[in-house]
């Protein structure tokens, strides 16, 4: 099963991954250093997505799934931008219980 993703499809979602990244990191704002606005809640959601993307391409490669999900350029470029997405939306919700002493 790990045979029949290549190579090419995990570097996609990565980086669809690090688009994700650097859209968010072009809306800092300009008086902020780049790395000083990337917050504790970012390098948490970024660790978090390099173990999902490479889980959930082996749950997308498996063959009753790909009948109605197939894989190729353009699901895997998805599968990393929007997985960086949804765990950083998760964890803006959760942190507003969790990380008080953040701000976002």
Sequence with gaps: ?????TIAYWLIALGGQAIHILLKLSEV???K???????????FVT???????????????D???SEILPLNNVTSF????????????VVVISGKKYL????N
């Design 100 to 103: 008080k002493n953040e701000n």
């Design 1 to 5: 099963m790990i045979l029949d993703i």
């Design 63 to 65: 063959t009753s799934l």
């Design 78 to 89: 998805l599968l990393g931008y929007q997985t960086q997405s949804f765990l950083r939306s």
């Design 33 to 43: 250093k780049l790395f000083s606005a990337f917050t504790r809640k970012d390098w």
């Design 29 to 31: 704002p300009e008086n």
């Design 47 to 61: 660790v978090a997505s390099f173990v999902a993307i490479p889980v959930l391409l082996l749950v997308i490669s």
